[in-house]
């Protein structure tokens, strides 16, 4: 191959001729993003291309003086803002023509072979005005049928504590009047933006399974499953990284996460692959930030490396490639957040291990490109090993997709419960949970993390939640399948005063042993 480029540099170079070489187009796929639609043909070998001068901006003609079919190749449909697509002969060679409804900023770049695909030309239409999606799906995928949302703009929903005034009574009932609950003020308290990431698309399927399952379906569908119950959640919105079937640059979905819709919270979603099919469970990843070689696992470390590869499957151009200076920088103030995107990653740990087998008990670090955005916190999730079999039957079932959104829902939530970001809705709640409880005299002795953002603020509303004299305790005995976390949960109280109320080094309780809880 060598020998033949440096016969080919030569000729050139002595101004000779060059031989034709045929290079066959084998097949021509197209993909729809909102900004744009993409179209990728599949040939044998690098291909000469030329933009045609007699281009119009609704009309692409690119030149490939080289090319032919074998035979009939299938073209796509004409979806909007596709027109029509046609190949034609020009020459010796072949036109491709690209007829567009709205005006287009061409793209052309070539991709070299890799494990999934060979020599690709990739001809991205960027269009002026972004067009939601209807539908992108190109291959049949166990994709939620939730309407396609190009952006959400956070909205404050109003939290109206449930009162026993509020419900109608059947009889008149003589009571003393409470005080009305307090509302949160919508206009100080914020959303906290949950940006979901459905890994791969488009032209990168992510992990294969051996039934031909693809990652990027199984991820995207997990990810209309978090983000409804996101939304669905006071004080918690979501947005989608990717709302159907097409490839975004990694560096580039962190972006529209931060930047487009400022993003508190960065969820990549991912299921697995090893060449070991017995290889399962679940995983949560944080950012290494001692550079990308570094991880605390070599499962971590070749993890992360699988994932970034994403941009050369995928297809990303050069242009959009990766910032060496902006990755440095992201590492600097990463580390800012890292803390608590392990807090979350742990709390999200917790709640899979209830539901799966976890691939790692801990949070594992490596150098993921995705998770490199300062200012948020970002971890990727991988749902489960798509190279297990049995792993891929529950990765394409509808109820384990919903459990695992579930997890990763009940996670983040419980998150923002513990950590309240000020400003927040959680903030708010902790805000009125600390007027109602009598303070207690019992020193706390819990060290909790700082919050996100203001640390003095937040710190103070959360020592405000501090246990109810022992006057106001249950008696509670562990039964078979409770764990600590969802003891506290139901009991609304937080994992700390459990912990510091009982004694407890760590989160392991018995079956039998019973726990003193503060009722408030
Ligand atoms: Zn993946």
Same mark, same amino acid.
Request: aromatic fraction near 0%; avoid cysteine.
């Given at each position: 191959m060598r020998v033949l480029l440096r016969c080919l540099i030569l000729m050139l170079a002595s101004g000779l001729a060059l031989p034709v070489l045929a290079v066959d187009i084998t097949a021509v796929r197209s993909w729809r993003a909102p900004d744009n639609t993409r179209l990728v043909l599949d040939l044998s070998g690098p291909v000469a291309h030329q933009l045609s001068p007699d281009s119009t901006p609704a009309r692409l003609i690119i030149e490939l003086p080289d090319a032919r079919t074998a035979g009939p190749i299938a073209l796509p449909a004409a979806i909007a803002p596709l027109k029509s697509v046609r190949l034609e002969k020009s020459g010796q060679g072949q036109r491709l023509v690209i007829d567009t409804l709205q005006e287009v900023t061409p793209r052309v770049f070539q991709l070299p072979p890799n494990e999934k695909y060979s020599q690709r030309l990739v001809v991205d239409l960027l269009l002026k005005v972004p067009v939601p999606i209807a539908s992108t799906v190109t291959e049949a995928a166990p994709v939620a049928k939730v309407p396609d949302q190009v952006t959400s703009i956070p909205v404050m929903r109003p939290v109206e504590p449930v009162t026993p005034a509020a419900k109608p009574a059947e009889k008149p009932v003589i009571s003393v009047p409470e005080p009305a609950p307090e509302k949160p003020d919508q206009r100080r308290y914020r959303n906290i933006v949950v940006a979901i990431d459905a890994g791969h698309g488009g032209e990168d399927p992510g992990a294969i399974g051996a #039934? /031909? @399952?693809?990652e990027k379906n199984v991820t995207l569908a997990i990810a209309r499953e978090l983000e409804a119950m996101l939304k669905a959640e006071p004080g918690l919105t979501a947005v989608l990284t990717? @709302? /159907?079937d097409y490839f975004i640059p990694l560096q580039e979905r962190r972006r529209i996460a931060r930047y487009q819709h400022k993003a508190d919270i960065f969820i990549s979603i991912h299921a697995d692959a090893a060449e070991n099919r017995a290889a399962k469970g679940a995983s949560v990843f944080a950012l290494s930030l #001692? $550079? %990308? /070689? @570094? %991880? @605390?696992?070599r499962f971590a470390r070749m993890l992360a490396e699988r994932e970034n590869r994403s941009d050369l499957i995928g297809g990303a151009s050069i242009e959009s490639g990766d910032d060496t200076l902006r990755n440095v920088l992201a590492d600097m103030v990463v580390a800012g957040s890292l803390d608590h995107s392990l807090h979350m990653g742990r709390n999200i740990i917790d709640r899979l291990g209830g539901l799966t087998s976890l691939h790692s008990k801990r949070v594992e670090q490596a150098g993921f %490109?995705?998770? #490199?955005?300062? $200012?948020m916190m970002s971890l990727l999730v991988e749902t489960g090993f798509i190279s297990n079999p049995q792993e891929e039957e529950n990765l394409i079932s509808k109820e384990h997709q919903r459990e695992l959104a579930r997890a990763i829902f009940e996670g983040v939530l419980r998150y923002n419960q513990r950590y309240p970001a000020p400003d927040s809705y959680f903030a708010w709640q902790a805000e009125q949970r600390s007027k109602k409880t009598v303070i207690a005299s019992a020193p706390r002795v819990e060290k909790k993390p700082e919050p996100v953002r203001d640390s003095t603020r937040a710190e103070a509303l959360m020592s405000g939640q501090s246990g109810a004299p022992e006057s106001k305790m249950i008696r509670y005995r562990i039964a078979p399948g409770d764990n600590l976390t969802r003891i506290a949960d139901r009991h609304q109280v937080s994992l700390a005063d459990l912990r510091s109320l009982n004694n407890l080094q760590d989160d392991t309780v018995k079956i039998g042993q019973t726990l003193k809880i503060p009722v408030n």
């Open positions: #039934k /031909g @399952t693809h990717r @709302t /159907g #001692k $550079g %990308a /070689g @570094t %991880a @605390t696992s %490109a995705v998770l #490199k955005e300062p $200012g």
